[in-house]
Nanobody, 115 residues
Framework: QVQVVESGGGLVRPGGSLRLSCAAS????????MGWFRQTPGKERELVAS???????NYANSVKGRFTISRDSAKNMVWLEMNSLKPEDTAVYYC?????????WGQGTQVTVSS
């Protein structure tokens, strides 16, 4: 059993910042990668950022230069620092942990960017 839990969403004004946290727990030998997707109603879930166990990162073009992903492998935790937020960043953000050959997902946390 693996559990993935996110926290840190909320309401923020355009130009503001938020920090999302995610923790994986349970029967984990090693995590290949962790990251964040986001989804808005009527649209497919899209990759926001990911980070491998070796620290390699990948970002969606729309968030490059504004978002930063970081990870503590010893604690099975990942963070997403979001700066210069825009209304189009509004979405439910889902954390995932890629373990073995399977993705484990959190329940999602709402991020709303609005004045």
């Amino acid at each position: 059993q693996v559990q993935v839990v996110e926290s840190g969403g909320g309401l923020v004004r355009p130009g503001g910042s938020l920090r999302l946290s995610c923790a994986a727990s349970g029967s984990i030998f090693s995590i290949n990668a962790m990251g964040w997707f986001r989804q808005t109603p009527g649209k497919e879930r899209e990759l926001v950022a990911s980070i491998t166990g070796g620290g390699s990162t990948n970002y969606a073009n729309s968030v490059k230069g504004r978002f930063t992903i970081s990870r503590d492998s010893a604690k099975n935790m990942v963070w997403l620092e979001m700066n210069s937020l825009k209304p189009e960043d509004t979405a439910v953000y889902y954390c995932y942990a890629y373990i073995g050959l399977k993705n484990y997902w959190g329940q999602g946390t709402q991020v709303t960017v609005s004045s």
